[in-house]
Each structure stands twice: as C-alpha cells, then as structure tokens.
C-alpha cells in the first residue's frame, strides 16, 4: 500500500544490520539489501549522507534515530516515525508525525500521536485513508465557503467606495449559500477520498476560491454599474445578481469535484433542483418574487461572460501557483516526497 502511495521507508533499529536487513527483506521492504552500520557514522554529515543512501540502519543509538529524522525533513521530506520502546521517543518528538503501538511502553504511547490500540500495523492504511480523506474534504469545502467571502468582501469595499446599495438582499445571499455552499460542502464532506496530500494546504484553498470570487465580484459589479447607467430598476439587478452567483457557484462547484462521477453529479444535480424549487415556490421568502423580462436579458448577458473569465481566471491561478510551487521545491533542493519511518 505504502509503496503504490510513493512512500519509501526506513527501518531503524538498535539490532545488527545484517539481521535487520534480513527481517526487512523477508517483510518485504523495497532495497533492504541497502543497509549499514550506524556505530561507524561518527558525525552529522555521515548521518545525512548515510540518510540518504541507505535504506537499513542497524546498531542505531536514540540520538541518532533523531538525527536521522531531523535529516530526511531537511532534505524537504515529510516524516512518520512508529517505535514501541523509550529509545524511540527522541525520533518520534521530532518527526512529522509519530505512531506508537499500545502494547509498547507507556513512554512511547504518551508522546505518539498516533497509537495503534490492538498493536496491528495493518490498520495504517485506513488511517491514512481517513486522514486523507477528512483534509481533502476540508479542502473542497474551505473552498466553497472562501468563495462567498472574499467574494462579499470586495462587493463590500465596492459600495461602499462609490456610495451604493449593497446589491443582494441577505435572503437571496442564503439561498445560494445553501445550495452553492451549504448542502454540497456535507454531502462531499462524507465521500471516501484518498487522494495524496500535496502542496500548502491554505495557499490551495485561496488558490482554488480565488478564480470564482473573482468572477463573482467582475460579473456582480458590472452588473450593477451597467444597471445603474441603463436605469435598470434595483429590483432587476439584485435578482439577476442572485442568479449569476449561482451560476458562478455551480462552475466552482464542478470545479473542485473533478473527476466528476455519479455521486458528483447527482450533488450537483440535486443543488441545481433545489435551488430552481425554492426559487420558484418560495420566491417571496427569497426576493425573487419579481422577474422582468430586462432582469432575463440582463441575466443571460452576463452569464454568458462568467465561463471564459472563469475559465482564464482559474488558467491564472493554477499557473501561479504552479509557479510557487516550483520556487519552493527550487528553494528546498528538490521536490518534496512523502517519507515514512519505520522501526523493526
């Protein structure tokens, strides 16, 4: 499992080397042949370098368990250390993320974050599933909610800069919240996602709302500025208002389920219903009791130029960020790679 997520492991262990290198192979752990004797790494240097290359140490001491870690995070590597015994504790203190097994000593359960209650190693891929599986989801709805509010921000500064009525009514910003944000941020937040972690969590997520925010305020802007010039009654543009947000939503919406499948879809399809029932037969409740034939045209207009900005924001967004992403990997001498740490 571990080897199919990219992650390459290292068996540390106070034991002779040829012993450990044989219980790797037989465990099957990739190059076990690959190992040396850590009595004979004298300095810091030899430790990195020996971190490096080898995938087996034996004869290790507890502090240069740490050293090893604190060596691989250098190198730009995220680490996990597991250990049972108080020899493990300095490791496991300095690694990214460290994992005990109840049965071990009591010292190494207090200072993991992680215990294995029935001492099974096995059950660390659902782990990380489940880890996985809560950031991403997380992820995706950060997103959603990101978008209204830097969206609403800047619409804010805008009126207020040119002395204007905000342009939504705040029932009208809760029905798109409930099907643009709400009801598919929990339907998503449920879905199995194990796709690997990468890259700065906060800086995706702006990233990722960044594109639809952006249009939103472009789009709800000139609307208002071009209703303001026409005389377009307030009534037609608010509404029309609602409408492009809701749009715009649907398109991050899809954007952030990609690969789109059956659930993704019926999520989306379900939202787009609903948000058509309400709209509809509780138009009252929501402001949109009055549709003109100008708030139609002008909804159409402008909903037409919400994909390509969209579309060329979002094209932006990724080519900056990408380009960050290769500034930092530069800055680190190198990508960074998910590394695990095991002891035998």
Known sequence: YFARQGVNVRVISGDN?????????????????????????????????????????????PDQKQKIVKALQEEGHTVAMTGDGVNDILAMKSADCSIAMAAGSDAAVQAAQVVLLDSDFAHMPQIVSEGRRIINNVER???????????????????????????????????????????????????????????????????????AALTDFFAIAALVVFGSTFHVAETDVSVAATFLLAIVGFMILIRISTPMNKFHWAVVSGCVAGLCFFAYFFSGLFSISHISKECIMLFVLFAIATEPAMRYLGWLSDLINKQIEEAEARFKNGGQTDVGEFEE
Request: proline content about 6%.
């Open 17 to 61: 080397p040829l012993t450990v290198s044989e219980v790797a192979r037989q465990a099957g752990i990739p190059h076990s042949e690959s190992y040396v004797d850590a009595s004979w790494l004298k300095s810091d240097e030899d430790i990195a370098e020996a971190a490096r290359k080898y995938t087996v140490f034996g004869r290790v001491t």
């Open 141 to 211: 709805s950060a997103t959603l909610f990101l978008v209204k509010n830097i969206f609403s921000l800047l619409l804010s500064v805008f009126s207020i800069i040119n002395v204007m009525i905000y342009p939504l009514q705040p029932s009208q910003i809760s029905l798109i919240s409930m099907f643009n944000i709400g009801i598919p941020a929990f339907f998503l937040a449920m879905e199995p996602n194990s796709r690997k972690i990468e890259g700065n969590f906060l800086r995706k997520v702006v990233f990722s709302a960044m594109p």
